[in-house]
């Protein structure tokens, strides 16, 4: 995530990634688009990213919707 990239430009760009990664036949597997994206999170979703790694279900559509929600409080 760029220093200056929003949140959900930030996951668009990872998503597009993945996109194509997929068409050329090489998809993620869930948890490993998981950790790409949260490893490349800038520091202030430390906290977050800590806190969604000890829940168990932990998909990467949940862990972006935890995201976008905390993003907005």
């Given amino acids: 995530m760029h220093k200056d990239e929003t949140l959900d430009d930030y996951l668009a760009r ?3 990634l993945a996109s ?3 068409e050329l036949n ?3 597997a869930d948890g490993d688009l998981t950790f790409v994206m949260m490893e490349g999170l800038t520091p202030e ?3 977050s990213c800590t806190t969604l790694t000890l829940l168990d ?3 990467y559509e949940d862990v972006v919707e935890k995201l976008l929600d905390n993003e907005t409080e």
């Fill in 14 to 16: 990872i998503e597009e």
């Fill in 45 to 47: 979703y430390a906290a």
């Fill in 57 to 59: 279900e932990t998909s």
């Fill in 20 to 22: 194509m990664l997929k």
């Fill in 26 to 28: 090489e998809p993620m």
